[in-house]
């Protein structure tokens, strides 16, 4: 039968080695485009991927497909890269996703950002009811015009929104809002579009200036006052709210927790096998004084008087 010890050291054994075979698994990454989701004809963008610290490549998804392919310039320091697009055009605007990959393992692919061309239509007007000067608690409305027959209006609030709207119309579409609080008030510009990628030019802005009560940020969208470098990725599903990325859990940590778990078994298994030691060692320590004293009385009685 196996001692104590044994048993105790084969057990650690099979501890960590289950937890090193747990099967890892990689965060999804972040997908972020410059200088905003909103890219006029003609001009460039960058969309950037954000991974864990390990990843050895990213990989871009365009409606599903793979788009292009980037290898961190200092793999293990840099853990973001980023795809550039020349020039902004109905052909390359449409839904993006990325992954990236570490040793073996890829990860699930970011969450989707819908990469928007601005400048192909004519210009809507925009324009706000009862008047773009209330009070807090009204009902307003804003009409978005567009002579040139469509089928798509958005509303977005200039700086940071954190909603957008959509409406479906021929001419025109109306964008109920209220009752208004202070933190309603902004400036607001308008959009027309055949599709949800392909927008025509920005309406000329309309401010709404709300008077009385208190700004209540749980109504309205709120203005953007971090640093330039906010992710700004969107998703431009009815009433798509922006999607801020989590923090990046880096499987590195899981790899050092699983070290530290069987280092911790270890050490206890050392400890263990040293009691273990030091228990056998005393009956051997006390054998031993025993067969002295025995040797030496044995000589003591053979001595000559």
């Given at each position: 039968?196996?001692?104590?010890?044994?048993?105790?050291?084969?057990?650690?054994?099979?501890?960590?080695?289950?937890?090193?075979?747990?099967?890892?698994?990689?965060?999804?990454?972040?997908?972020?485009?410059?200088?905003?989701?909103?890219?006029?004809?003609?001009?460039?963008?960058?969309?950037?991927?954000?991974?864990?610290?390990?990843?050895?490549?990213?990989?871009?998804?365009?409606?599903?497909?793979?788009?292009?392919?980037?290898?961190?310039?200092?793999?293990?320091?840099?853990?973001?890269?980023?795809?550039?697009?020349?020039?902004?055009?109905?052909?390359?605007?449409?839904?993006?996703?990325?992954?990236?990959?570490?040793?073996?393992?890829?990860?699930?692919?970011?969450?989707?950002?819908?990469?928007?061309?601005?400048?192909?239509?004519?210009?809507?007007?925009?324009?706000?009811?009862?008047?773009?000067?209330?009070?807090?608690?009204?009902?307003?409305?804003?009409?978005?015009?567009?002579?040139?027959?469509?089928?798509?209006?958005?509303?977005?609030?200039?700086?940071?929104?954190?909603?957008?709207?959509?409406?479906?119309?021929?001419?025109?579409?109306?964008?109920?809002?209220?009752?208004?609080?202070?933190?309603?008030?902004?400036?607001?510009?308008?959009?027309?579009?055949?599709?949800?990628?392909?927008?025509?030019?920005?309406?000329?802005?309309?401010?709404?200036?709300?008077?009385?009560?208190?700004?209540?940020?749980?109504?309205?969208?709120?203005?953007d006052t971090s640093s330039p470098d906010r992710r700004d990725a969107y998703a431009?599903?009815?009433?798509?709210?922006?999607?801020e990325g989590p923090a990046l859990w880096d499987h590195t940590g899981q790899n050092?927790?699983?070290?530290?778990?069987?280092?911790?078994?270890?050490?206890?298994?050392?400890?263990?096998?040293?009691?273990?030691?030091?228990?056998?060692?005393?009956?051997?320590?006390?054998?031993?004084?025993?067969?002295?004293?025995?040797?030496?009385?044995?000589?003591?009685?053979?001595?000559?008087?």
């Amino acid at each position: 039968m196996p001692s104590a010890p044994a048993a105790l050291l084969f057990l650690g054994l099979c501890l960590s080695q289950g937890v090193s075979a747990q099967p890892q698994t990689l965060s999804k990454p972040v997908i972020w485009a410059k200088p905003s989701f909103m890219i006029p004809s003609g001009h460039p963008a960058v969309i950037w991927c954000e991974g864990a610290h390990k990843a050895a490549e990213y990989q871009l998804l365009f409606e599903g497909g793979l788009y292009a392919s980037e290898r961190p310039k200092s793999p293990g320091r840099v853990n973001r890269v980023k795809f550039s697009i020349q020039a902004m055009t109905s052909n390359t605007a449409g839904q993006y996703q990325c992954f990236y990959r570490s040793g073996e393992l890829w990860s699930q692919p970011s969450d989707p950002l819908d990469l928007v061309v601005t400048g192909l239509y004519d210009t809507p007007t925009l324009s706000v009811q009862p008047r773009p000067e209330v009070t807090s608690g009204e009902n307003v409305t804003f009409y978005c015009h567009l002579d040139t027959a469509t089928s798509m209006f958005f509303l977005l609030r200039e700086g940071r929104s954190s909603r957008l709207q959509r409406r479906h119309g021929a001419v025109q579409a109306e964008f109920p809002m209220g009752p208004v609080t202070r933190a309603h008030g902004g400036t607001y510009r308008c959009f027309g579009s055949y599709n949800q990628h392909a927008w025509s030019f920005p309406s000329e802005p309309v401010k709404l200036l709300v008077r009385g009560g208190v700004g209540d940020p749980t109504f309205a969208p709120t203005e953007d006052t971090s640093s330039p470098d906010r992710r700004d990725a969107y998703a431009l599903t009815p009433g798509a709210e922006i999607q801020e990325g989590p923090a990046l859990w880096d499987h590195t940590g899981q790899n050092l927790l699983r070290i530290g778990i069987a280092f911790l078994v270890l050490v206890a298994l050392v400890v263990l096998l040293i009691d273990d030691w030091l228990h056998r060692k005393r009956p051997r320590d006390r054998t031993g004084r025993a067969s002295g004293r025995e040797r030496r009385r044995r000589l003591d009685a053979t001595a000559p008087g």
